[in-house]
């Protein structure tokens, strides 16, 4: 079944279609509608010009002033606010006892290091007395 477009007649086919249909020609815009007589101008397309960095002098430094920061921790006084002394005193309580649990855990790694090291100076004693073993069983023999 032929597909059918809306508002065509029926009995044309799309070769005749397009044969009627005009082109447009080159001097003429697809807006036929318009009536307007303007003239056209021609433009000249500009580069857009080179950003160009400040000269570059040795030993100096830009002026760069950087606004105060903003003081929320102290009063327009100077006094320091409730917050600021809480935040202050439990920053430094949690460092006190962060110390404190890293000094317990290292006197616990500590201990574990000795004790690995004791083992390890006891198997070497049992290797060796084993060795000592082997070689008299072997010179015996």
Known sequence: MAEQTPGAPD???DA????ETPAPTPDHSDNSDDDSSE????????EPAAIVPAPFVPGSTPDLTLPPPPAFDYTDA???TLDYVRSKVEGRLGTAMGAEELARAAAKADEVEKARAEQEAERARLAAEKLAEIRRSLGQG
């Open 16 to 19: 005749e279609l397009v044969d």
């Open 39 to 46: 003239d056209v101008q021609d433009a000249e397309l500009v």
């Open 78 to 80: 100077g006094v320091p």
């Open 11 to 13: 009995d044309v086919t």
